[in-house]
């Protein structure tokens, strides 16, 4: 299994482009969820989904729109990106709810 | 905000010692995780312990609830450098699905 992937590793956007950043996982996982994490931070809930077609906002939601049309995978697109944006990302995975995650490796975002 | 807020934000320790982190959360909850992080990478999965349990073991690592204070311990026995990394707990409450992280502690185990 390759678990959960994140594409691209690294990006960089002006203000006011707009993207997409990808997640998928081959464990059949239900849950799948983004975060967001800051200079010496935690990670900071964006969007999450229990399961196919069921997505529902986290902490900070806003500036990103998510879709789970399958299993498999979970978008997160960027709308508008502002220098605010300017975060590493992970997206995770599991089972069932939110028990234990497996996590992507990020992908890194600089808005110019 | 973050639920859980971690207890110190960093420690340097000897190789050998032993490490403790303390995290904090607020309102109640379903489980509590810890999970690791080395530089750069993305977050490992250490631990789960449920609200209904006191202590959980695996390896070196120890971990306990207390419910009543609202607070979880993350020990690390017998360090090693390569146990060097952000360690972060993450609860999830009872209101809902979604898994909440602190802020981390950041630790130094030296050769």
């Known amino acids: 299994n390759a678990g959960v992937t994140q594409t691209p590793k690294f990006q960089v956007l002006k203000t006011g482009q707009s993207m997409t950043l990808q997640c998928a996982q081959d464990m059949n996982h239900e849950y799948m969820s983004w975060y967001r994490q800051d200079p010496g931070m935690g990670l900071r809930l964006i969007h999450y989904s229990v399961g196919a077609g069921i997505t529902d906002q986290g902490e900070v939601p806003n500036g990103y729109n998510v879709s789970r049309s399958t299993t498999e995978d979970f978008p997160l697109r960027l709308l508008s990106a502002a220098p605010s944006q300017t975060s590493v990302y992970f997206c995770a995975s599991s089972i069932a709810g939110p028990g234990e995650q497996y996590f992507g490796p990020g992908t890194r975002l600089t808005v110019t | 905000s973050q639920q859980g807020e971690e207890d110190p934000q960093a420690l340097s320790i000897q190789e050998g010692e032993n490490a403790t982190m303390n995290c904090s959360y607020k309102?109640?909850?379903?489980?509590l995780q810890w999970y690791r992080q080395n530089s750069g990478r993305g977050l490992v999965h250490l631990i789960l312990?449920?609200?209904?349990?006191r202590e959980k073991h695996s390896g070196r690592l120890r971990v306990t609830l207390d419910t009543s204070k609202k607070s979880s311990s993350l020990l690390i026995t017998a360090s090693r450098a390569a146990d060097t990394a952000s360690y972060f707990c993450?609860?999830?409450?009872?209101?809902?699905?979604?898994?909440?992280f602190g802020g981390g502690t950041r630790l130094m185990v030296k050769p």
């Open positions: 993450a609860t999830h409450n009872n209101a809902g699905n979604m898994l909440t």
């Open positions: 309102t109640s909850i379903n489980n």
């Open positions: 312990i449920r609200s209904n349990e």
